[in-house]
Nanobody, 126 residues
């Protein structure tokens, strides 16, 4: 499985940005997907996850209400719509695929994920 994230860039506080991740290989529709964020000098942290069927989502407290994760299994894609961006949202965003097929519930921890994309840089600055 290969994951390729894109859509990052330089934006101002309050702006919106949509990240995309396309998967190749494997059976995309059988696995939950997630997004993680790594700020400079900090550990990678969970942002959001979407279930393999797309019906359930979960967000970290810091992004809930501002970010929306979604997926299209027909396109092997997952997105992270980010709104009202803040400087602390800056960093590299990684998409990742769950290591457990058709998991009940959502994976929230890094070790739950088996495959990782290379990340896309988001910079929020005025």
């Amino acid at each position: 499985v290969q994951l390729q994230a894109s859509g990052g860039g330089l934006v101002q506080p309050g702006d919106s940005l949509r990240l995309s991740c396309v998967a190749s290989g494997g059976i995309f529709s059988d696995y939950s997907m997630g997004w993680f964020h790594q700020a400079p000098g900090k550990e990678r942290e969970f942002v959001a996850a979407v279930g393999w069927a797309g019906g359930n989502t979960f967000y970290s407290a810091s992004v809930k209400g501002r970010f929306t994760i979604s997926r299209d299994n027909a396109k092997n894609m997952v997105w992270l719509q980010m709104r009202n961006l803040k400087p602390e949202d800056s960093g590299v965003y990684y998409c990742a695929q769950d290591g457990y097929r058709r998991r009940t519930g959502l994976p929230e921890l890094g070790p739950d994920y088996r495959y990782w994309g290379r990340g896309t840089q988001v910079t929020v600055s005025s």
